[in-house]
């Protein structure tokens, strides 16, 4: 029966993924109807096996003032790994579709100053959500290392709701640097424990040794108000009663694909929770892209960018459906130095293709920009990664003093 199901939703993902949303249309199709009706919210959002989403383009508006924010970054997601996936797929991603985009420098203050050859993710997640160049490493402060006010902390100002998705460690880097202060990325612990502090309204990611080993760090969930969970039932079970959440669902990296609940599956769920009056910051991370690049696997990367794509993709339906929504999406650095051989097809597409030795790389990252104020952000055709910063903070305090 289980086996059945799978091919059932494979079958319906294909025709319509837009359908899988926990507010699916069930008159649609009888199949879909049935198969609704039996299977869990996790199952509708995504089969057992990674596949690529069908291309769809979408229409959002553009005109609204911005209420939420939902900053995608793929990490490590250069624009030769988007050109290969699409030569794979034999079709644009979803991510494609957005009609909005610019090229974005990622270079960190450790590379300006000559001290290091690329960015790390702690840098540029940092200059990407507080508008500030700081060294590898750091997290959260300048060069100096004084704390600078990141994006959840700045959209808790404004009275909005903040979330964080991840398949890394809640506490690694990208979504560190939306809500942490430390000059060493490393200091897990310390980091949750800071971000704890900024009150993050949903965390959801991997790490949970950085939990069941601490008592400090269990302590500090219970101080704030969190309520922790570690499965995938108790992450459908939550309620928008549950105003603080904390998931790990991994005791380390949620790398496999095995490794429930998905993407798609946190970030759903991530949305009902924050979705609010007053809007929310939603950053979702394709984390394990740098990491499978890091060890030159093309088929895991593939894997991920399947993944990511697909959660791209119920973000722009669920933005389409919420005006006012602005939706980011972008890279944080290349890795890999990804190169695709002249008229490639898809037997070309194979570890061959990455040139760097797994390492990071300076070259310009894609940032495609759809919904509400999108095409601002997109004016100049090659911004900084700390303009993204600037650019939320411009439209939200534009959209918050009327």
Known sequence: MKKLLSILLS??????????????????????????????????????????????????????????????????????????????KGDKLVMSSIKNQTHVTTYSQSVAEGKAEFTDSAASATAISTGVKTYNQYIGVDAEGNPLETICEFAKKLDMKTGLVDRHYVSHATPAGMAAHNTYRGNYRPILRDMLKTGVDVMFGGGEQHYKSSKGTQSDVEEYGYKYINDESSLLALTKDDSKVLGMFSYDNMKGASIKPTLTTMTSKALELLDNDKGFFLMVEGSNIDVCEADEDMQGTLEQMQSFDQTVDYVLNWAQDNPGTLVIVTADHETGGVKIPENATADDINDSCFTSEGEHTNTDVLLMASGAQSAGICKEDLIDNTDIAKYMRKVLNESHDK
Request: aromatic fraction near 6%.
């Open 11 to 88: 079958a319906i993902i294909v025709s319509s993924f837009a359908a899988c949303t926990n507010n699916t249309d069930k008159s649609s199709s009888e199949v879909q109807t049935t198969v609704a009706e039996e299977t869990t919210v996790a199952e509708e959002l995504e089969t057992d096996k990674v596949v690529w989403v069908p291309y769809k383009e979408y229409n959002l508006d553009e005109d609204s003032e911005v209420k939420n924010i939902i900053l995608m970054i793929g990490d490590g997601m250069g624009e030769n790994i988007i050109k290969a996936s699409e030569i794979v």
